[in-house]
């Protein structure tokens, strides 16, 4: 199940491979400059792709996915409900195991650049107590290609990433909650993360 959504997530994601930060955009709410500073170490881990490796762009990424993304959040909404069961080991474990699945996945998609552009758009929406940072893709031809961030404050004015929206509207985690249920209800905590682990072990074979 999980590596059938991986699939389908590589699939969207890797339209926007290659893509070169927008270097006019400099936003200015909080929230934005976050996924700025995120896309700038994204876009320069492409810039060395080949050179880096599947595990080198991992290396780089991973602190710059800890900074931007909210992953206990993350984690604690994909598995859903069944979350508050499992012990802070098993929880402990499934955040790293998400992680993992995160960092892997953008370092496998995005490993090279060919001129297109991340966009952080002006406008940033506040849906109270969060807010949708608005970016795009924009490829030399054909349309953009949108990525909204959900985001929320984390304490002291740290936003950080807690949904992507792939193509501007799918939810990242709705997926990934629709795709971890049947493991979590089989198979508990272990189970989902072996699942993880083995799709990250996957990924970066590369």
Do not use: C
Request: hydrophobic residues 45%; charged residues 20%.
């Amino acid at each position: 199940m999980i590596k059938g959504f991986a699939a389908g997530l590589v699939t969207v994601m890797a339209l926007a491979a290659g893509a070169p930060a927008h270097a006019a955009d400099a936003p200015t709410d909080p929230a934005a400059k976050k996924v700025r500073a995120f896309y700038d170490v994204l876009v320069d881990t492409m810039k060395g792709g080949a050179k880096l490796g599947i595990q080198g762009r991992y290396n780089k990424l991973k602190p710059a996915v800890e900074a931007a993304f909210n992953l206990p959040a993350m984690t604690q909404f994909a598995v859903g409900p069944t979350w508050a069961k499992f012990s802070a080991a098993d929880q402990k474990s499934l955040i790293e195991a998400f992680e993992r699945l995160t960092v892997s996945n953008y370092a496998k998609n995005f490993d090279s650049y060919n001129n297109q552009q991340f966009v952080v758009l002006p406008t940033v929406i506040n849906r109270a107590p969060d807010k949708v940072v608005q970016s795009e893709m924009r490829p030399p031809k054909g349309d953009a290609i949108k990525f909204n961030y959900r985001m929320r404050d984390a304490g002291g004015g740290d936003w950080k990433v807690i949904d992507v929206f792939l193509a501007g509207f799918t939810s990242q985690l709705a997926l990934r909650r629709s795709e971890f249920s049947t493991t979590v209800e089989k198979d508990g905590a272990p189970g989902l993360i072996k699942k993880m682990n083995q799709v990250s072990d996957n990924t970066m074979k590369g």
